[in-house]
T-cell receptor
């Protein structure tokens, strides 16, 4: 069974600092990996999706890398802002079934003004 | 598009009562998913549909849980009878397999409290 771990569980940084969020998974046979953002009381918003054949994806201040062989992904958020405060979750999908995502527990980020 | 729409946003009920949660997926999306989120277990996939047909319900915890999708624009998740341990946030999500990459679009969730 795929296990997804996110460390740390919580992170607090001053505004302007770069954020580094980690995600590890036990089974390297994945179809893709997604990073989501969840605001309190809200649903999940997809931030970045990396196919298993890719090494990284970028969107604005966000960059996600994937090292499938070691079972790791990192989400970088450059020049953090208070609006980046949220919980960030990663999820992987197995190649046998694209839709059964396994989610990590998330990292709750607080960016202090 | 209005996104995935769920109702009710909040539901408080007493143990033993029937609970029905509703979801309207994004128009044109062929896949619909029901997830449950709790502090203890995180996000769990309960069931998903393709073209209104249930494909995998292995995540449905017990026979007390049932889900239907009578048409492409509506799905329900029903719990009967409800129990306090069913308290959670239930999310509906959908996606469009055209040019499929796996991206899911989530609703804002239905927070269920069973007393």
């Amino acid at each position: 069974k795929q296990e997804v771990t996110q460390i740390p569980a919580a992170l607090s940084v001053p505004e302007g600092e770069n954020l580094v969020l980690n995600c590890s998974f036990t089974d390297s046979a994945i179809y893709n990996l997604q990073w989501f953002r969840q605001d309190p009381g809200k649903g999940l918003t997809s931030l970045l999706l990396i196919q298993s054949s890719q090494r990284e994806q970028t969107s604005g201040r966000l960059n996600a890398s994937l090292d499938k062989s070691s079972g790791r992904s990192t989400l970088y958020i450059a020049a953090s802002q208070p609006g980046d405060s949220a919980t960030y979750l990663c999820a992987v999908s197995p190649p046998s079934n694209d839709y059964k995502l396994s989610f990590g527990a998330g990292t709750t980020v607080t960016v202090r003004a | 598009d209005a996104g995935v729409i769920q109702s009710p946003r909040h539901e408080v009920t007493e143990m033993g009562q029937e609970v029905t949660l509703r979801c309207k997926p994004i128009s044109g999306h062929d896949y619909l998913f029901w997830y449950r989120q709790t502090m203890m277990r995180g996000l769990e996939l309960l069931i998903y549909f393709n073209n209104n047909v249930p494909i995998d319900d292995s995540g449905m915890p017990e026979d007390r849980f049932s889900a239907k999708m009578p048409n492409a624009s509506f799905s329900t998740l029903k719990i009967q009878p409800s129990e306090p341990r069913d308290s959670a946030v239930y999310f509906c999500a959908s996606n469009n397999p055209t040019g499929y990459t796996g991206e899911l679009f989530f609703g804002e969730g239905s927070r269920l409290t069973v007393l």
